[in-house]
């Protein structure tokens, strides 16, 4: 039996989409911080990387500052 974790991150982008090609296919780099709701408001960072379709939409749509999920 195998497990899956699966978690949803929101939050804001941190820098520009980085985007390359392998092969025939795009690949979009880019991180996500996501702020705790503690008193110390601490800060989060998530490195995210989309292929195909989602990484060609990333690197039209999203900027830094970009509010994703």
């Given at each position: 039996m195998s497990a899956t974790n699966t978690i949803n991150v929101?939050?804001?982008v941190g820098g520009p989409v980085q985007t390359r090609q392998v092969g025939e296919r795009t690949v979009a780099k880019f991180s996500v911080a996501v702020n705790r709701p503690t008193k110390?408001?601490?800060t989060d960072w998530f490195n995210v990387?989309?292929?195909g379709k989602a990484a060609e939409a990333a690197e039209k749509m999203i900027d830094k500052g970009s509010l994703v999920a």
């Open positions: 929101i939050g804001r110390d408001k601490d990387e989309v292929w």
